[in-house]
């Protein structure tokens, strides 16, 4: 099965930039999405087809996807974006969705 | 407005049959490209999606756990079913709808609040 590695967690101080990996093997061929996902509610698309941003998302929020790594980027870190973030393809060879294992992100 | 709503029974038995109904609005199944996922997330785990059916009433499941599931739509009571058989305690999950737009496919944009099935005897 098509594997998403992501770090189990990053600590980072409030108004500081916190950088969220995802690993997949021909990541090049594929668009990466990334949820947030905070304690007891549903995930939230915060960014779409490597760094497009869906109405609603601050500008602090940003990706990139290069090699076989994608990276979801947070500036200016804040209290609230404490949360679990889990990277995310559509693989079309086998025609399903694959979650990466989520990071915890952790606002010292 | 967009929304989803998940419903289904909190707690089944092994061996069981899951029935989970996605009740949606703000949006129809018939128009192209869209589409409506079921997607789950164990307690304290990882997210994993589980199946999808869209608006050609095309499905679509997770290699690991197709002989359990079947999908189906109804697009007159804009409703999603998914059936999983055979149930076991490692099944026990949040159980999430979720919606794919014509310009975001492959991915997710709306979610339901997601409903919790527990599996015990």
């Known amino acids: 099965s098509y594997v998403l590695t992501q770090t189990p967690s990053v600590s980072v101080a409030p108004g500081k930039t916190a950088r969220i990996t995802c690993g997949g093997d021909k990541f090049g061929s594929k668009s990466v999405h990334w949820f947030q996902q905070r304690p007891g509610q549903a995930p939230v698309l915060v960014i779409s087809?490597?760094?497009d941003r869906p109405s609603g998302i601050p500008e602090r929020f940003s990706g990139s996807n290069s090699g076989n790594t994608a990276t979801l980027t947070i500036s200016r870190v804040e209290a609230g974006d404490e949360a679990d973030y889990y990277c995310?393809?559509?693989?079309?060879?086998?025609?399903?969705?694959?979650f990466g294992g989520g990071t915890k992100l952790t606002v010292l | 407005q967009v929304t989803l709503k998940e419903s289904s029974p909190a707690l089944l038995k092994p061996t069981q049959t899951l029935t989970l109904t996605c009740t949606f609005s703000?949006?129809?199944?018939?128009?192209?490209?869209?589409?409506v996922s079921w997607i789950r997330q164990p307690p304290g785990k990882a997210l994993e999606w589980l199946a999808l059916v869209d608006w050609e009433d095309d499905k679509y499941y997770t290699t690991s756990l197709k002989t359990r599931l079947t999908i189906s739509r109804d697009t007159s009571k804009n409703q999603v079913v998914l059936t999983m058989a055979n149930m076991d305690p490692v099944d026990t999950a949040t159980y999430y709808c979720?919606?794919?737009?014509?310009?975001?496919?492959?991915?997710?944009?709306?979610w339901g609040q997601g409903t919790l099935v527990t599996v015990s005897s």
């Open positions: 087809y490597d760094s």
């Open positions: 703000g949006f129809s199944l018939s128009t192209s490209g869209m589409s």
């Open positions: 995310q393809v559509w693989h079309s060879g086998r025609d399903e969705a694959v």
């Open positions: 979720a919606r794919s737009a014509p310009n975001l496919r492959g991915t997710f944009d709306y």
